[in-house]
């Protein structure tokens, strides 16, 4: 599913115009970014967890010449399914 078949599978079940839907659904998207970014987290009971992890810097190689190289820390966000996407799942 892409994001246009999720704006029209929400406008269907939501009986709202596709519009709305699709402003409905940047909001989301927004308010998730904005909130990782900031160092928060968001939690839809019975979907899951977004949240902002820590990757430690590194030393990795250079495929083409084989020298080593440090990669920085960097932050990664994350998602912690919940209980009732598992089961939905399985």
Do not use: Y
Request: no cysteine.
């Amino acid at each position: 599913m892409n994001k246009t078949e999720l704006i029209a599978h929400i406008a269907k079940h939501a009986d709202i115009s596709k519009a709305a839907a699709a402003r409905a659904l940047d909001g989301t998207i927004d308010a998730v970014k904005t909130t990782l970014r900031k160092g928060g987290t968001v939690s839809l009971v019975g979907f899951g967890t977004f949240a902002v992890g820590q990757r430690a810097s590194r030393t990795g190689r250079n495929p083409r010449t084989g020298t080593p190289i440090k990669i920085q820390a960097t932050k990664i966000p994350k998602f912690r399914p919940g209980k009732g996407l598992k089961d939905a799942v399985n």
